[in-house]
């Protein structure tokens, strides 16, 4: 158990390659690698997410791999970065950076998948652009790996696709439950989320609750990475408003109306980053001005009120 | 509520059209949008058995009670009511999808070319874009490996291309026996839904004979041929069977109102 | 919602390759298997297990594909088939026989797994053994593919070791419910059986119990494998008998000491098959019989008596 | 209960031996049979915060109860007790073994050679065997991937040889750089415990200098090291700092019996 703050302090450095996830973000986590200034980060995920346009206005985040734009499109900052060269990325796929992390996490150096069989990907163009990752993928003797690659197999003949294992240096997520050894707890859609975890060297999770282990143990279909793949735990309540949890709450959808968090202008995303993440010590901060700002009502008004209660328990037994 | 079905929209017909084109008992991944909101729709009105699939992991999706609107994102939490089983993108894109148990997609894309061929990644080239989009998520994914393929976007020349600026997604690719020269397993018969009309294609066997070019086949009430021909900037192949789709119902305009929830997906034009 | 019979008649094919694994075991099945003579069944699973052995006897099974095998060896009529090559094989591991399901669940043709490398796995004497399963490799040109191979990867040109994906025709597996519709729910270790449902053309399910979908539906994280993806779904309970099912009931280690199960002499594995496979109808028939000759206690003694209660049920909810 | 210290057996000690290589706070792959015993033995008494895991995907045992013995299968159901996940073979071996995170594992085996390879596939050749084996089960898998390997086999000239009939799972290989070669990680400080003794590596670096040859470092009370040497048929290498083992505490041999429910798992000579 640490602080966000400890958490980044002591495992995101400068130029680390990150991975934040799709569908259950920590913004706790994101807005602590602003406030403590990491520069020149590469993002990777099946999608990004817009807490990855919050990352890139100071240059947390300078580079992508991933397969979707998730509302990253939406800020003009953003798409003046990605025609500048300020960003500079490789396109994939949902599955096959999914499958890339899942590589890393099993170790692999790449995996198969057909995905780009037939389209534009493969072309040199598309591979090596002016803006595209060609130095992150520089050899030792200097020539540039390919982000992809086409083999004859050795077993058919038939041509395949590889795809390079992902290992991120670190990982944020927000999750529905931790216990204090970081053994993780996830339900709902989970997109990329296990082997983002699995892949990275190190793992930072947000927990909208800490159970006793025992909470845990008798229920460990639920533990998507136990707590020796786990760098550091942080209780935070609400840590991935303004983005939601099953379970928990829903997302919060007027925020970036009510506050510029869609970083839709260069002066908008400036005063929101200056006011809501700057302008805040931690999450706590946040969520505490939030209520000051805007009332208790329209966070509670977010809190899921109704939630599904299993028919028939499974029951696990074995004497 | 009364509807005034002569009130419709051609976004709203769009839908419509999709929809008609799910069947029931098959399974289907359904992608973010428009065209989450079709399969929606198809599996309230004809489709109750399609098994409505997102990429993300809830696999089969039955809404357990009809207050709610569609669901917005693939990874929409209210995907989980009712599903079969909550998995990940390793289950649902890769064993679902890549593993070939999907038999159909709804999909949307900025641009479709004469072969089918989709895109969502620019307009443009990338050394010079006129507009950079999201992406391609998972349509590059599902392209390469489900049976038969709905698009769905509005009728408009910038979408409608002789060659997309960009392949993210291969349909037909340069024509017959494009797929199987790519290494790919053939994939028909695709459809492609749009505000003025419903496309087929021209082959019989999923890409390895016939011309494999787009095929007009149904057209919007109110919509001229020609109207269709102008938007088209090729000699636009016309189905011998040509007819006109019947407008919407009552019940699929009350439950498309009510599945969008006040306008929230029908955003024609926003690529 | 099939019988035993009806789904191994119409899903179960001579010469098919089929996934049997591991853990959940249905001897429902398997004997249904046997009863009906298919012949020439390649059997795949990481660990292949004693339901193996009973089927390799009368040459239901006469290859095999596996990383272990457990308990088959105490058998001396399959020791003996082994040596003369009645029974054929390659060795794997548990690892990468699961990850080749996987593989072929996920449709890649192979993947990557350091296992074998330094080891006597690669010697030409072990990939093509005389009783290997060369002639099951033979490519259109004649020429034998190997079971795996060594190649230089394109993107750092380290070596690479891949394994060939596995597509069995038929999977058999028992699991602790299902629905009708065939959504397969599974809770405990759960070894390779989820990729070997995956993967397989045609996946033939006992359930210990059927329950409405429901019941599915309010705990969908058990689901291994949904029901478009099955092709018969069968109400056998105690299906899994004589070994065990977490959360119903223990393995009965005294069953092959009662009953010659253990197929350890041809005599008392003909013995054994006669009275307890071809001599009952199906796996009900099967348990009347053991009731009647042991008692209703023997049976009822091996049910799980204190089974795990969620200590704070995690809860699902969207709005 | 009053424990006769005197009369344990080799067996036993060899349980014991194999048990105190086990490190508390440590994530640890356990194989089936007596490795299970050992690393249970290990978790009662020693390493309560040992991460107890095994090759079917139950991750972190943690016995709620000491009503109950040890588990005798790498899927024996009660591994769910107190785990802190329940996965399956691809988190298990995938993730935890190959992705570089068991930090040791326990592992039997037929064979062991003087470099370290471990054989669980047969006696003599495939052409000629003595005996054919089970196979590697997940031996193999761990040998490629695992930072430190605890095997335990009773010491018979049998099990000990210059060259392993077959290598199933690579110690050292043929000696120093043959994991490099192979394309290996480095592994270690392996060890060895048997009915006699317990053996080391000679290696400071994993594999990449030193001899790389099994070094015998602790006799079992009462046992020779010309006995040892007698049953090794090479020239056995000797630590300069080669001593006694402490013989089992009164609390092992009460938890070891307790764990072994009555002799199910002290199966020496079984291979």
């Given at each position: 158990?640490?602080?966000?703050?400890?958490?980044?302090?002591?495992?995101?450095?400068?130029?680390?390659?990150?991975?934040?996830?799709?569908?259950?973000?920590?913004?706790?986590?994101?807005?602590?690698?602003?406030?403590?200034?990491?520069?020149?980060?590469?993002?990777?995920?099946?999608?990004?997410?817009?807490?990855?346009?919050?990352?890139?206005?100071?240059?947390?985040?300078?580079?992508?791999?991933?397969?979707?734009?998730?509302?990253?499109?939406?800020?003009?900052?953003?798409?003046?970065?990605?025609?500048?060269?300020?960003?500079?990325?490789?396109?994939?796929?949902?599955?096959?950076?999914?499958?890339?992390?899942?590589?890393?996490?099993?170790?692999?150096?790449?995996?198969?998948?057909?995905?780009?069989?037939?389209?534009?990907?493969?072309?040199?163009?598309?591979?090596?652009?002016?803006?595209?990752?060609?130095?992150?993928?520089?050899?030792?003797?200097?020539?540039?790996?390919?982000?992809?690659?086409?083999?004859?197999?050795?077993?058919?003949?038939?041509?395949?696709?590889?795809?390079?294992?992902?290992?991120?240096?670190?990982?944020?997520?927000?999750?529905?439950?931790?216990?204090?050894?970081?053994?993780?707890?996830?339900?709902?859609?989970?997109?990329?989320?296990?082997?983002?975890?699995?892949?990275?060297?190190?793992?930072?999770?947000?927990?909208?609750?800490?159970?006793?282990?025992?909470?845990?143990?008798?229920?460990?279909?639920?533990?998507?990475?136990?707590?020796?793949?786990?760098?550091?735990?942080?209780?935070?309540?609400?840590?991935?408003?303004?983005?939601?949890?099953?379970?928990?709450?829903?997302?919060?959808?007027?925020?970036?109306?009510?506050?510029?968090?869609?970083?839709?202008?260069?002066?908008?995303?400036?005063?929101?980053?200056?006011?809501?993440?700057?302008?805040?010590?931690?999450?706590?901060?946040?969520?505490?001005?939030?209520?000051?700002?805007?009332?208790?009502?329209?966070?509670?008004?977010?809190?899921?009120?109704?939630?599904?209660?299993?028919?028939?328990?499974?029951?696990?037994?074995?004497? | 509520?009364?509807?005034?079905?002569?009130?419709?929209?051609?976004?709203?017909?769009?839908?419509?059209?999709?929809?008609?084109?799910?069947?029931?008992?098959?399974?289907?991944?359904?992608?973010?949008?428009?065209?989450?909101?079709?399969?929606?729709?198809?599996?309230?009105?004809?489709?109750?058995?399609?098994?409505?699939?997102?990429?993300?992991?809830?696999?089969?999706?039955?809404?357990?009670?009809?207050?709610?609107?569609?669901?917005?994102?693939?990874?929409?939490?209210?995907?989980?009511?009712?599903?079969?089983?909550?998995?990940?993108?390793?289950?649902?894109?890769?064993?679902?999808?890549?593993?070939?148990?999907?038999?159909?997609?709804?999909?949307?894309?900025?641009?479709?070319?004469r072969f089918?061929?989709?895109?969502?990644?620019?307009?443009?080239?990338?050394?010079?874009?006129?507009?950079?989009?999201?992406?391609?998520?998972?349509?590059?994914?599902?392209?390469?490996?489900?049976?038969?393929?709905?698009?769905?976007?509005?009728?408009?020349?910038?979408?409608?291309?002789?060659?997309?600026?960009?392949?993210?997604?291969?349909?037909y690719?340069?024509g017959p026996?494009?797929?199987?020269?790519?290494?790919?397993?053939?994939?028909?018969?695709?459809?492609?839904?749009?505000?003025?009309?419903?496309?087929?294609f021209d082959t019989e066997?999923?890409g390895?004979t016939g011309s494999c070019e787009m095929v007009?086949?149904?057209?919007?009430?109110?919509?001229?041929?020609?109207?269709?021909?102008?938007?088209?900037?090729?000699?636009?192949k016309?189905?011998?069977?040509?007819?006109?789709?019947?407008?919407?119902?009552?019940?699929?305009?009350?439950?498309?109102?009510?599945?969008?929830?006040?306008?929230?997906?029908?955003?024609?034009?926003?690529?």
């Amino acid at each position: 158990m640490m602080t966000a703050h400890e958490a980044v302090e002591r495992f995101v450095n400068d130029g680390d390659t990150i991975y934040s996830g799709f569908n259950i973000i920590s913004f706790a986590l994101t807005n602590e690698i602003i406030r403590q200034g990491i520069k020149g980060l590469k993002a990777v995920a099946g999608s990004v997410t817009p807490n990855v346009t919050m990352m890139s206005i100071d240059g947390n985040v300078n580079r992508i791999e991933t397969g979707y734009l998730s509302g990253t499109l939406r800020s003009k900052p953003f798409q003046e970065m990605m025609r500048d060269g300020r960003v500079k990325w490789n396109d994939y796929t949902n599955m096959t950076i999914t499958l890339r992390l899942m590589a890393g996490g099993l170790g692999m150096p790449f995996i198969c998948a057909n995905s780009f069989l037939g389209t534009d990907y493969l072309l040199e163009e598309t591979m090596n652009h002016s803006r595209s990752l060609k130095e992150d993928r520089k050899r030792e003797d200097g020539s540039i790996a390919p982000p992809y690659a086409v083999i004859d197999s050795p077993f058919d003949g038939r041509k395949a696709l590889l795809y390079p294992a992902l290992k991120p240096d670190v990982a944020i997520v927000h999750c529905q439950r931790a216990d204090e050894e970081g053994n993780v707890q996830v339900w709902g859609p989970q997109a990329d989320t296990k082997w983002g975890l699995w892949s990275s060297k190190n793992v930072l999770v947000t927990a909208e609750e800490i159970v006793p282990r025992s909470v845990i143990a008798t229920e460990p279909h639920f533990t998507i990475v136990p707590g020796f793949k786990v760098s550091a735990v942080i209780h935070e309540p609400w840590g991935s408003h303004p983005s939601g949890l099953n379970g928990y709450y829903r997302a919060d959808r007027e925020w970036a109306g009510l506050t510029g968090a869609g970083m839709t202008t260069w002066h908008g995303a400036r005063e929101y980053l200056d006011e809501w993440v700057y302008g805040t010590k931690d999450h706590a901060g946040y969520i505490a001005k939030y209520k000051a700002r805007f009332g208790e009502d329209l966070l509670d008004n977010l809190r899921v009120k109704d939630t599904m209660v299993p028919e028939q328990p499974a029951r696990y037994g074995w004497r | 509520m009364s509807i005034n079905l002569d009130k419709y929209t051609r976004a709203e017909m769009m839908i419509i059209a999709t929809a008609r084109q799910v069947r029931d008992g098959e399974s289907c991944i359904v992608g973010m949008g428009p065209p989450l909101l079709s399969a929606a729709l198809a599996k309230y009105h004809h489709a109750p058995n399609m098994w409505y699939c997102t990429e993300s992991g809830p696999l089969d999706w039955i809404p357990t009670s009809r207050e709610l609107p569609a669901p917005i994102g693939i990874a929409d939490h209210s995907l989980t009511q009712g599903s079969a089983m909550s998995g990940d993108m390793v289950d649902a894109l890769g064993a679902f999808v890549n593993g070939g148990w999907a038999q159909s997609a709804v999909l949307q894309a900025a641009q479709i070319d004469r072969f089918g061929n989709l895109n969502t990644m620019l307009a443009g080239t990338f050394e010079d874009p006129i507009r950079r989009l999201p992406g391609t998520g998972g349509n590059a994914d599902i392209g390469a490996s489900v049976e038969r393929v709905i698009s769905t976007m509005p009728l408009e020349t910038r979408r409608f291309k002789e060659r997309a600026d960009f392949r993210t997604t291969a349909g037909y690719i340069d024509g017959p026996g494009g797929r199987a020269e790519a290494g790919l397993a053939p994939q028909g018969p695709n459809k492609c839904a749009t505000t003025m009309c419903v496309f087929g294609f021209d082959t019989e066997d999923g890409g390895t004979t016939g011309s494999c070019e787009m095929v007009l086949e149904r057209l919007f009430p109110g919509v001229s041929l020609e109207e269709v021909q102008t938007t088209i900037p090729w000699k636009l192949k016309v189905s011998q069977d040509l007819t006109y789709m019947d407008p919407p119902t009552e019940e699929e305009l009350v439950l498309l109102r009510h599945l969008d929830d006040g306008g929230n997906h029908l955003i024609p034009g926003r690529y």
